[in-house]
């Protein structure tokens, strides 16, 4: 079924159109979001959310860019969401210590099972994944959807609502960021 077809099909709320598209498209709302979250559970929950309202919202989908990008542009703001949800927790956990509760996992211990992450590379994957967490959401977003899932800067610019201009300029920012963090932290590494 052409894209076209597909998104008919979905608007007059056929179920195995629906099922079509998650097939298609599950793995790359997964690795989305597992790039930004680094986390494999949220990845999974984010994945079903953005599932959930795709389905919900098919009917106002226009059709004025690819399906795919309509996806990565809620998996991305699912994501992020979900990221600010989690600095509100994190930022309020000193009263877990008084009420005995305790947050499970470590926040910064980064989750280094995405698929782009070759195995020889999981020690230097680990630490670009904490550098990542530590610049803007916005650079991250947009080095996590052209590193890891390989968009070209002009899709992540209809992806994230911006101009050409803007995601070449987050890029070399990202780049500059992470360069800092990173080098920050081989200068400790090696004292």
């Not at 009917?59 to 994501?79: D, H, M, P, Q």
């Not at 590193?147 to 780049?175: F, T």
Request: glycine content about 4%; hydrophobic content about 35%; overall charge neutral.
């Amino acid at each position: 079924m052409n894209q076209p077809e597909l998104i008919i099909q979905l608007q007059q709320g056929n179920p195995s159109a629906f099922r079509q598209l998650v097939d298609e498209c599950e793995s790359l709302v997964y690795n989305t979001a597992l790039g930004i979250v680094q986390n494999p559970q949220d990845a999974d929950d984010i994945t079903q959310e953005v599932f959930i309202q795709a389905y919900q919202s098919v009917s106002s989908f226009k059709g004025e860019s690819k399906l795919s990008t309509w996806l990565y542009r809620i998996t991305v703001n699912r994501a992020l969401d979900h990221e600010k949800k989690a600095r509100r927790r994190k930022k309020f956990g000193f009263l877990h210590f008084f009420t005995g509760h305790s947050e499970a996992g470590n926040p910064e211990q980064a989750v280094l099972e995405h698929p782009g992450v070759l195995l020889e590379n999981k020690e230097r994957a680990s630490e670009l994944m904490l550098a990542l967490k530590k610049i803007p959401d916005n650079q991250r977003v947009a080095f996590t959807l052209h590193k890891m899932e390989g968009q070209s800067y002009r899709d992540i610019a209809e992806i994230m609502g911006l101009s050409l201009q803007a995601v070449e300029s987050l890029m070399a920012r990202a780049r500059t960021n992470l360069k800092k963090v990173l080098k920050d932290f081989y200068e400790k590494e090696n004292h």
